[in-house]
């Protein structure tokens, strides 16, 4: 892939650039709760507008559906890189409508403008090339050059992501190129002991990257609600807890292939429901009360994971270990990150909730190796799928 230091070498001032970057934020009523992506992507746009380019950068934010929806504009983004970076960022209210096509015409050398959300046009996504393909060449008359810097959008087919740099000169940006090297390490030549955490809610979401890297690790370590679906598979009873039935007999021979490399809880913080003033329990794995949930791993099962990953060179966690936004049950997030951050060797945390978690936790992110954008795109990755996006960009 041509880089964004070959284009800066070109030169940029004068030309319009388009950024395809990954400004997808969680908000709540229209706050940012964590703005670790909009903090990730402005290296690769200041450093563009820093050399003279005319800046455009557009993204997504949820899933609007091809309809406008207030609650999902990029306008609160637009502010937030601007009080982050400190320039001026001029926001346009459409995506290739007038307001659009007038922001970007009225952008001087070093100016920064971002686009409303892509997804409020419903080409952005659609299955069909032309459709997709006429959307993408109204979108790149914006711009002379296109930089994709967009990791976490890379694993989708859309319009910004894989046609637009089939219309323009493209070059990969500083987060995309750092994103492929960590992974390309991670899946080729991790150093051992090679120690692999895995969280979040369901078996299904993470089946293929655990089939992937099962062969490669000398260690994986399972917890938040995709555990008890393991448990079970072990003949235990899970109460009230999450449960794919359908997986079980998957997670039975994924244990057989593991044998004692595959390691799960002991024990598990438990509740009848998920709130702050929840009255908990903890118990042993094998004594979780019929009808609670578990909702968190316990100390005990801190300790052990903590242990397991003390001696390990190469990390990557992706998942919180229990429901760490309700604080009754962030314990065992925070006690698994923290001792995957004690770590002295290469630890790269698989975007999503688990970089999520790093900032709601108040944890240092300059503990850790990388904290990853990519969220599916990684886990795709990971996988040894082919991603749409990055096949646009190396493609010449």
Request: charged share 25%; aromatic share 4%; with cysteine.
């Amino acid at each position: 892939m041509r880089s964004l230091d070959d284009l800066l070498t070109e030169g940029v001032r004068g030309r319009r650039v388009l950024v395809r970057s990954d400004l997808n934020v969680p908000m709540d009523d229209g706050d940012i709760t964590d703005d670790g992506r909009i903090r990730a992507s402005l290296p690769t746009i200041e450093a563009l507008a820093s050399a003279g380019a005319r800046v455009v950068v557009c993204s997504h934010l949820g899933r609007p559906k091809g309809e406008r929806r207030e609650d999902l504009s990029l306008q609160p983004v637009a502010i937030r890189m601007q009080q982050v970076s400190g320039r001026t960022v001029a926001f346009a209210t459409d995506v290739i409508g007038a307001d659009a096509a007038a922001t970007v015409t009225a952008q001087a050398d070093g100016d920064i403008a971002l686009l409303e959300n892509l997804r409020f046009e419903a080409a952005e996504t659609a299955k069909d090339d032309a459709e997709r393909g006429e959307f993408a060449d109204r979108l790149a008359q914006f711009a002379d050059v296109y930089v994709g810097d967009g990791f976490g959008a890379l694993h989708r087919k859309h319009a910004s992501v894989y046609d637009v740099p089939q219309r323009l000169p493209h070059y990969a940006g500083g987060l995309v190129l750092r994103e492929v090297e960590v992974l390309r390490t991670l899946t080729e030549s991790p150093q051992r002991p090679y120690v692999v955490v895995l969280g979040g809610s369901k078996v299904s979401d993470k089946l293929g990257v655990i089939e992937a890297l099962l062969p490669r690790v000398d260690r994986l370590l399972v917890g938040g609600g995709m555990c008890f679906t393991f448990l079970k598979a072990q003949g235990r009873e899970v109460g009230g807890s999450l449960l794919e039935a359908d997986q079980v007999d998957t997670c039975r021979k994924l244990l057989e292939q593991a044998g004692d490399r595959l390691l799960l809880p002991v024990d598990v913080v438990v509740a009848d429901d998920i709130a702050d003033d929840a009255l908990t329990q903890t118990v042993p794995v094998d004594e979780i009360p019929a009808g609670a949930k578990g909702l968190d791993i316990g100390p005990q099962s801190v300790r052990l994971f903590a242990d397991a990953l003390a001696g390990a060179v190469t990390v990557f966690w992706n998942g919180p270990m229990g429901v760490f936004e309700v604080k009754p049950f962030a314990a065992g997030t925070l006690g698994v990150a923290q001792a995957i951050a004690a770590g002295t060797g290469t630890t790269v945390v698989g975007g999503g909730d688990s970089a999520a978690a790093v900032r709601a936790l108040g944890l240092d992110e300059k503990a850790f190796s990388h904290i990853s954008t990519g969220g599916g795109a990684s886990l795709e990755y990971l996988e040894g799928r082919s991603l749409p996006g990055l096949r646009a960009l190396e493609e010449q």
